[in-house]
């Protein structure tokens, strides 16, 4: 590794806004301030922001408010504090790497800190740039490895358990070491456990030809697929196909055999029982009028009924493979309760409960449509576990046509309502408008009235925006589409925005390497920008600084909720970033309520965030809002690129 040429800048991800956040836990300040001191040479371009904890409670506090990007943890805390530590980090949901700071006389507790999950350690008596440097380095670069690998295992490890196929795995004797539930269930057993715990791979001979077979089995070193007769828990005998192949144990000893096997015994005997089961299910299914689909566990659509094309207009084949509440479905909940977001994903609905929901649907006309959800899970006779789900769709504007009329007509109004204030406002504020005009023209430069003039032309403009707010309240039609770069588009309004934030708040702005080509409407998304701009700017009462990043996502990569409410496929994400006030999580969850305000009375209408929610989704995309109090807000805003 090149030191000369490694920095904080180059360390940290260059598409990453925002500063290299470290968490020092030790109850030490000057130490803390060296360290600091030390670090800012090696920044560049990038800020180091260090945060001091001086006890692992405090730590513990920091690291949920975050986020964080390391830690330097002080051994002088102790044993106990350390092994705290390193638990809470490991459990929680955003793991921090860990670099310990220590002495040569700490030694012991060092190894203990390093077996129990800290990436690196530094003596304090020998601090230095490249030291600390080098270790920033490893100890991310480990942090990252590790998660890659966690996720393959889990990825690995489902693959395994989930499998239609009975899979195991056995020692050089013959012991079980491991299996899944199908293997478990062909052999008699009630779950892996007692599989485990009582279980084998036992031929149907005696013990001395099941020896030799068994023997023989474990000898081979390629693969061998055949048929055996294997002897159930009960004592019966059940033909498998069964294929084995040789393995590598955890000491890299090829002395394990691995194998999958599938039942033989019923498979002829079933045949005819399940396509005459399978044919009177979807004759029945076929004759429900209302929407009905077949979801497996993982909540994608895997089947559906004649009804379903007629009603959505869509067709079959492209519902099959996704998510209910992603493209084309989008079902959403008519009231969007993060209850009720939760509870639609329906990866919480288990056998014995059902769910019924009012959800809005996007229909193959181009609308939005209400339907009464109806859903229920089918165990499986053996485990009990989730099989497939059920999903009833039905009319909404029939089973709560009052409430469905009642919103459309409340809508309507709203938007009758808008139209006639937006046309009143504007004669009246052309009117006013023209004699600001005329009053600025008789007034000479330098004559304390123009001000006011200028002032009261000001508010007329405002008024105006307001009227624009007002007339986009309910409004559901689609947006006048065209590309644009997203890049571009934010260079162009850089100078505008600037001018709007002035001189005691600085605009930086991160755009992608990569253009950002999206389908929208330029004014709507113009106003987006803006507005959230201008809430950053609310939020820094005394200056400061707005980050505008954007980037380029794909929604496989995401391991957050808004790959749960998005289609497949490429994003370009908008991310507006301030370090203000912030807020608690009780004003967090209304900021997009209509109506709502935290400004003062005759100072904010509320409308502001309400139709920046409207605009991205009409656009088909999404909006978060991540924030603490005095900590700043982080909004992000996902729009899909064509």
Same mark, same amino acid.
């Not at 904080?8 to 600091?36: C, H, M």
């Not at 899944?180 to 036992?202: D, P, V």
């Not at 009261?456 to 644009?484: F, P, Q, W, Y």
């Not at 991310?575 to 969850?589: F, Q």
């Given at each position: ?122 003596? &304090? +008596? ?39 196929v009975g899979t195991f795995r056995l020692s050089a004797e013959g012991d079980l070491l491991d299996c899944n539930t199908t293997f478990a269930q062909t052999l008699g057993y009630e779950n892996t456990e007692q599989a485990l715990r009582e279980g084998g791979l036992s ?42 192949? +040789? ?14 096997? $599938? ?42 009924? &004649? ?259 998005l289609a497949p496929g490429w994003y370009a994400l908008l991310k507006i970033r301030d370090y203000g006030i912030g807020m608690d999580e009780a004003t967090r969850s209304k900021i997009f309520e209509p109506f709502f305000t935290t400004k003062g009375e005759g100072q ?5 965030? $309400? ?32």
């Amino acid at each position: 590794m090149d030191t000369n040429r490694l920095s904080l800048e180059t360390l940290w991800l260059k598409d990453q806004p925002g500063p290299f956040a470290v968490l020092a836990v030790s109850p030490n300040r000057t130490a803390v301030a060296f360290l600091e001191k030390m670090m800012r040479p090696l920044a560049g371009r990038k800020k180091v922001e260090m945060t001091q904890a001086r006890s692992v409670s405090e730590a513990i506090n920091e690291l949920d408010l975050g986020p964080f990007h390391l830690c330097l943890f002080d051994v002088d805390l102790g044993e106990a504090a350390l092994l705290r530590w390193l638990k809470t980090t490991q459990a929680h949901e955003n793991r921090l790497p860990t670099v310990l700071l220590t002495s040569p006389d700490q030694e012991e507790l060092t190894a203990r800190g390093l077996l129990e999950g800290a990436r690196d350690y530094l003596f &304090k +008596t020998s601090l230095d740039p490249e030291l600390l440097l080098r270790s920033m380095h490893y100890s991310l670069e480990r942090e990252k490895a590790d998660q890659a690998l966690g996720r393959a295992t889990r990825l690995s490890r489902r693959f395994f358990a989930q499998s239609p196929v009975g899979t195991f795995r056995l020692s050089a004797e013959g012991d079980l070491l491991d299996c899944n539930t199908t293997f478990a269930q062909t052999l008699g057993y009630e779950n892996t456990e007692q599989a485990l715990r009582e279980g084998g791979l036992s031929l149907y001979y005696s013990d001395q030809t099941n020896h030799r077979q068994l023997d023989w089995l474990l000898g081979l070193t390629v693969l061998a697929d055949n048929r055996v007769c294997l002897r159930r828990a009960d004592g019966n005998p059940v033909w498998v196909q069964m294929r084995i192949w +040789t393995a590598e144990g955890l000491d890299g000893q090829a002395d394990q055999v691995e194998g999958a096997l $599938s039942d033989l015994t019923t498979t002829e005997g079933i045949r005819d029982e399940l396509h005459r089961t399978q044919a009177e299910l979807t004759t029945l299914v076929d004759l429900i009028e209302e929407v009905a689909l077949f979801v497996d566990p993982m909540g994608r659509i895997q089947g559906c009924n &004649k009804a379903t094309e007629r009603v959505l207009e869509l067709e079959a084949e492209d519902l099959l493979g996704h998510l209910i509440t992603e493209a084309p479905l989008q079902a959403r909940p008519f009231v969007a309760t993060p209850d009720q977001v939760r509870l639609l994903s329906l990866e919480e609905l288990r056998p014995g409960h059902d769910l019924r929901a009012k959800v809005v649907v996007s229909c193959g006309d181009g609308r939005d449509h209400l339907f009464e959800l109806r859903a229920m899970a089918v165990p499986q006779p053996a485990s009990g576990e989730t099989s497939c789900i059920i999903v009833i769709l039905g009319d909404g504007r029939k089973t709560s046509k009052a409430e469905a009329e009642q919103q459309e007509n409340r809508l309507a109004t709203m938007g009758r309502m808008a139209g006639g204030v937006v046309h009143d406002f504007n004669n009246l504020l052309t009117t006013i408008l023209g004699y600001n005009d005329m009053l600025l023209l008789e007034l000479e430069e330098g004559d304390r009235r123009r001000q006011h003039v200028v002032e009261a032309r000001k508010s007329t403009i405002r008024a105006k925006a307001l009227a624009e707010d007002l007339l986009g309240v309910g409004r559901e039609d689609g947006l006048e589409a065209e590309v644009l770069d997203i890049n571009q588009m934010l260079r162009e309004m850089q100078g505008s925005l600037e001018g709007l934030l002035g001189g005691a708040i600085t605009l930086v702005t991160e755009c992608s390497d990569r253009a950002l080509p999206v389908r929208i409407d330029r004014d709507p998304i113009e106003r987006v920008v803006t507005n959230l701009v201008l809430n950053a700017k609310d939020a820094l009462p005394g200056g400061g600084r707005i980050i505008l990043a954007t980037d380029r996502i794909d929604v496989a990569d995401l391991e957050e909720s808004p790959s749960e409410r998005l289609a497949p496929g490429w994003y370009a994400l908008l991310k507006i970033r301030d370090y203000g006030i912030g807020m608690d999580e009780a004003t967090r969850s209304k900021i997009f309520e209509p109506f709502f305000t935290t400004k003062g009375e005759g100072q904010g209408t509320g409308l502001g965030l $309400s139709t920046v929610r409207d605009i991205v989704r009409r656009s088909k995309g999404w909006i978060s809002v991540v924030s603490a109090p005095n900590r700043g807000t982080t909004v992000r805003v996902w729009l899909p690129m064509v």
